[in-house]
C-alpha cells in the first residue's frame, strides 16, 4: 500500500510532464505516433510517457475494483437469496463457508459481538438492531464472493436494476447507498478525465483562474465601497435603537408592577398545588407499597422458573453427549471395518492380476510352439490344437469370470455397508438435531 499509495502521489506532477511532452510532439508522423500508443515495445521514444500511463492505469484499476467491491455489497442481500445461482458457481468448501456465515448473521446470539459486554447488554434488554449483527466474517464473505469472476455479469445486472428503480422512485424516497455508488462512479469518471487532460488544458484553466482573481479583486473594491454605506447606516440605525431605548424603559415599569400582581396570584397557585402535591404522595406511597408486594412475588416465580430451566438445560446436555459419544464409537468401528475390506480387495486385485499374467505367458508359449509344430504336424495337430485352444479359452474365460464375480460380490457388500452407515449416521444427525431444537425450545 506505501508504494501504491507513493506511486499515485507521485502521478499527477509525472502525467502533467507527460502532457507537456506529448502536445509538443503534435508535428510527427503517422508511424512515430502509432509506436507512441503501444507503450509496451522497448523503443518508446520516453519512458516519462510510459511511467505516466502505468499510474493511470493502476489508479483505475484501483478505482475499478473498490466500484466492485461496493457494487458487491450492495447486492450483497440479493445475492443471499439466490442459493441456486451462489451454489452453481461457488465451490462446495465456499459454499458451506457463505451458509455457516449466514446463519451467524441471521442469528445475533451466535454472533461474535456477544464478546463485547454492552452489545450482551443490549441483546438481553431485546435489542437485536444491525450494530450487533455484525461480525468480521462478512469481510471473509465478501472476499469469497470476490474471488469468482463469473459473478460479475449477475451483480452488473442487479445493479442495472437497481439503478432503473431508483430512477422511477428518486422522487419519492432516497437510496443512500446506491447514490454513494452513483458518486464513486462519476468520481472515477472525473478522474479518468483529469489524467487524460494535457498541458495546454491546465494552462487554460490557470488564465481563466487569473481572469476570475483580477475580477475578484474588483468585487473587493465594491464590498469595501458599500461596507462604508452600511457603516453609515448603522450609526443611523443605533440613534433610532437609542430612542426605542427609552420606550423600553418605560415599557419595563409598567412590567414591574405587573410582576407585583404576578407574584401574589403566583403564591395562592403555589399553595393550591402543594396541598394537591400531598395528596399524590399519599396516593403514590400507598401504590408503591402495592408494587413492593407485587415485586416479591414476581421474583419467587422467576427463580423457580430459572432453577427448572437449568434442570433441563442440565439433562439436555448429558443426553447430547451421550449421543456424541455413541456416533463416535460406531465412526471408529466403520474406519476399522473399512480398512479390513480394502486390503482384501486389494489381494484379490493382486491374485486377478497374477492368474491373467499366467495365462498371457501360457498363450505366448503355445503361440511359440505352434509355430514350430504347425509344420512338421500340421494335418495330425490341427484338430488337436483346435480342441486345446477351445479349453484353453474356456477355462480362461470361466476363471475369470470366477475371480470377476468374487471382487465384484466384495464390492458391492462393501457399498451396502457403507449405504447402511451413512443411513445410520443420517438418522443420528437428525435425532441430534431435534433434540438441540427441543432443548433451544425449552429455554
Request: aromatic residues 6%; negative net charge.
Amino acid at each position: 500500500m506505501d508504494a501504491l499509495s507513493s506511486g499515485t502521489l507521485q502521478s499527477p506532477s509525472t502525467f502533467s510532464e507527460c502532457s507537456k511532452t506529448g502536445s509538443s510532439k503534435s508535428g510527427t508522423s503517422a508511424t512515430e505516433k502509432e509506436r507512441d500508443i503501444d507503450l509496451t515495445k522497448d523503443n518508446v521514444s520516453s519512458p516519462i510517457d510510459l511511467e505516466c500511463h502505468i499510474q493511470a492505469e493502476r489508479i483505475t484499476k484501483i478505482l475499478d475494483e473498490a466500484i466492485y467491491k461496493t457494487k458487491l455489497a450492495l447486492c450483497l442481500p440479493n445475492l443471499v437469496q439466490e442459493y441456486r445461482t451462489l451454489s452453481s458457481v461457488l465451490s462446495r468448501q465456499h459454499m458451506d463457508d457463505l451458509v455457516f456465515i449466514f446463519e451467524q448473521y441471521d442469528n445475533p446470539l451466535f454472533s461474535t459481538s456477544l464478546l463485547n459486554m454492552a452489545a450482551m447488554e443490549d441483546m438481553k434488554a431485546g435489542d437485536v438492531s444491525l450494530k450487533n449483527r455484525l461480525n468480521p466474517e462478512l469481510g471473509h464473505l465478501l472476499y469469497i464472493m470476490n474471488s469468482y469472476p463469473a459473478l460479475k455479469l449477475k451483480v452488473e445486472e442487479m445493479i442495472q436494476e437497481m439503478k432503473a428503480d431508483y430512477e422511477t422512485t428518486r422522487e419519492i424516497k432516497s437510496n443512500n447507498s446506491l447514490e454513494y455508488l452513483l458518486t464513486f462512479e462519476h468520481f472515477r469518471d472525473l478522474m479518468v478525465t483529469q489524467m487524460n487532460r494535457t498541458a495546454a488544458e491546465e494552462l487554460a484553466d490557470k488564465i481563466s483562474t487569473r481572469k476570475l482573481e483580477a475580477s475578484n479583486e474588483k468585487l473587493l473594491g465594491k464590498i469595501k465601497e458599500y461596507s462604508t454605506s452600511l457603516k453609515e447606516e448603522g450609526d443611523r440605525f443605533e440613534e433610532t435603537l437609542a430612542l426605542k431605548a427609552d420606550i423600553i424603559a418605560k415599557l419595563e415599569h409598567e412590567l414591574t408592577l405587573l410582576n407585583h400582581d404576578a407574584t401574589i396570584k403566583l403564591k395562592k397557585k403555589i399553595l393550591d398545588s402543594d396541598r394537591q402535591m400531598v395528596l399524590a404522595s399519599r396516593a403514590h406511597a400507598v401504590k408503591n407499597e402495592m408494587l413492593k408486594e407485587e415485586e416479591l412475588e414476581v421474583r419467587e416465580g422467576y427463580e423457580s422458573l430459572l432453577r427448572m430451566h437449568l434442570t433441563d438445560e442440565k439433562n439436555q446436555r448429558a443426553r447430547r453427549f451421550k449421543v456424541e459419544t455413541q456416533l463416535l464409537s460406531w465412526l471408529q468401528k466403520y474406519d476399522l471395518e473399512m480398512g479390513d475390506k480394502q486390503v482384501e480387495l486389494d489381494e484379490f486385485t493382486e491374485k486377478y492380476e497374477d492368474e491373467v499374467k499366467k495365462c498371457e505367458d501360457l498363450e505366448a508359449k503355445l503361440a511359440e510352439q505352434d509355430k514350430d509344430y504347425i509344420p512338421l504336424m500340421a494335418e495330425r495337430e490341427e484338430e488337436y490344437h483346435r480342441e486345446m485352444t477351445e479349453k484353453m479359452t474356456k477355462f480362461l474365460m470361466e476363471h475369470a469370470a470366477r475371480v470377476i464375480q468374487n471382487a465384484w460380490r466384495e464390492v458391492l457388500a462393501n457399498r451396502a455397508e457403507k449405504k447402511r452407515l451413512r443411513k445410520l449416521q443420517k438418522k443420528m444427525q437428525t435425532a441430534a438435531a431435534a433434540a438441540e431444537k427441543k432443548g433451544g425450545g425449552k429455554k
